[in-house]
T-cell receptor, first 118, second 114 residues
Framework: EPEVTQTPSHQVTQMGQEVILRCVPI?????FYWYRQILGQKVEFLVS????????KSEIFDDQFSVERPDGSNFTLKIRSTKLEDSAMYFC????????????????FGPGTRLTVL | GEDVEQSLFLSVREGDSSVINCTYT??????LYWYKQEPGAGLQLLTY?????DMKQDQRLTVLLNKKDKHLSLRIADTQTGDSAIYFC??????????????FGAGTRLAVHP
């Protein structure tokens, strides 16, 4: 069964450093997303991406964040200068033709990257 | 603004039914979802319901939707220890440009005991 994959599973970085979180969406999907979940809080939408550009973004997604689909299979989230409050689980999701008869609205999530900023 | 609320904790005995409840605010949501998160794992899609349906059954899972009250529930029949996890309710919010995002509740931690 096709699935979304993410690497690394855990990333530890020093405050102020740049990090790149990587995702490989399901291959025939067209819409890509990043969400984050700060420990003990709700899963929050960060950004959606379609046709090689950002379609929507939340207030959280400021100039420190960027997304890219560099090669037609990977989808990356870059944080330029990490802050302590960026520590969270980051989930990638993709949407497209539904799997197993689901609606095209359905988003399928990867296992997440736990980012720890020290 | 949009919001999804769930009770935070539910404890059931193995073999009993579990009912996890959720309320949401966006009446224009087309789909509502239940995701499951096991410890250390990602968000696994469990089931979904289209907003013009009242009920959907999928093996041990039954989803009930009361659109008037904006209330969604997930019933798990014959709950097993392997069902212990956090269950997230989510609504699909459509932006004006036709794109969507999911709005999640805080998650209900289901504990199944013998």
């Amino acid at each position: 069964e096709p699935e979304v994959t993410q690497t690394p599973s855990h990333q530890v970085t020093q405050m102020g450093q740049e990090v790149i979180l990587r995702c490989v969406p399901i291959s025939n999907h067209l819409y890509f997303y990043w969400y984050r979940q700060i420990l003990g809080q709700k899963v929050e939408f960060l950004v959606s991406f379609y046709n090689n550009e950002i379609s929507e973004k939340s207030e959280i997604f400021d100039d420190q964040f960027s997304v890219e689909r560099p090669d037609g299979s990977n989808f990356t989230l870059k944080i330029r200068s990490t802050k302590l409050e960026d520590s969270a689980m980051y989930f990638c999701a993709s949407r497209g033709p539904g799997l197993a008869g689901g609606p095209t609205d359905t988003q399928y999530f990867g296992p997440g990257t736990r980012l720890t900023v020290l | 603004g949009e919001d999804v609320e769930q009770s935070l904790f539910l404890s059931v005995r193995e073999g009993d039914s579990s009912v996890i409840n959720c309320t949401y605010t966006d009446s224009s949501s087309t789909y509502l979802y239940w995701y499951k998160q096991e410890p250390g794992a990602g968000l696994q899609l469990l089931t979904y319901i289209f907003s013009n349906m009242d009920m959907k059954q999928d093996q041990r899972l039954t989803v009930l939707l009361n659109k008037k009250d904006k209330h969604l529930s997930l019933r798990i029949a014959d709950t097993q220890t392997g069902d212990s996890a956090i269950y997230f309710c989510a609504e699909s919010f459509m932006f004006s440009g036709g794109y969507n995002k999911l709005i999640f509740g805080a998650g209900t931690r289901l504990a199944v005991h013998p």
